[in-house]
């Protein structure tokens, strides 16, 4: 038993020399593309001009309450992503971990949590974002 196990042990030594290992994917560095950044300021301008909401670049939002309240969870974070984006983009930077923080009126944390705003630069071009 042991004779055949010490025969192959060679011969998967020479075979896995022979195949190089793939390259680590790279991180991805800079800032967000600008058409993420015009989109992202544009939809959040507009939820801002309706009133009841305000954002900084910082990734901290205030919204009244009864809107939070009437919010389903994908609109929660809809408005978390493009929060953290917008941040990014003020920021110049792509972040694996961007802080949001979203406050009602009265400054009771309503959600914080960490959106990762890394981009693929290919899916910017085939227009997927």
Sequence with gaps: M???????????????????????????????????CTETRKAL???SAQGGVEFTDKGEATVEHAIWLTMTPGQRDSIARALAFRAGCASGRQSKEQE????????????????STRVDPQSVLEGGG
């Design 100 to 115: 949001v923080t979203i406050r009602s009126e009265e400054g009771m944390v309503l959600m914080r949590r960490f959106v």
């Design 45 to 47: 301008d507009t939820l």
């Design 2 to 36: 042991r004779r055949p196990a010490a025969l192959l042990l060679p011969a998967l030594a020479a075979l896995a020399a022979c195949h190089k290992a793939p390259d680590a994917p790279q991180p991805i560095e800079g800032p967000i593309p600008a058409q993420i």
